[in-house]
Nanobody
């Protein structure tokens, strides 16, 4: 079992920055991949970025060059720069353990124009 708790969301103006954090507890040493997903108003949940235990990263095209995912032991971060109104969403931390997904409760990010 893995428990995930996000923090760091909030309201920011377009062009601003936010840093999201995710703390994993429980069997976090078994995590294969961690990631961030988001769900905007009226939209389906989508991948934002992932990072493996080896440090390999993957990003959605819409955030490449603006967002950076990183990981340090049981902590995961998403540095978001040059934010746009279309980045407004609930952001979820994800951990995958041998094919099973665990999710945090989500943190709201709102970008005003």
């Amino acid at each position: 079992q893995v428990q995930l708790v996000e923090s760091g969301g909030g309201l920011v103006q377009a062009g601003g920055s936010l840093r999201l954090s995710c703390a994993a507890s429980g069997s976090f040493f078994s995590i294969n991949v961690m990631g961030w997903y988001r769900q905007g108003p009226g939209k389906q949940r989508e991948l934002v970025a992932t990072i493996t235990t080896g440090g390999s990263t993957k990003y959605a095209d819409s955030v490449k060059g603006r967002f950076t995912i990183s990981r340090d032991k049981n902590l995961e971060y998403l540095q978001m720069n040059s934010l746009k109104p279309e980045d407004t969403a609930v952001y979820y931390c994800n951990a995958r353990v041998w094919g099973k997904d665990y999710w945090g409760q989500g943190t709201q990010v709102t970008v005003s124009s």
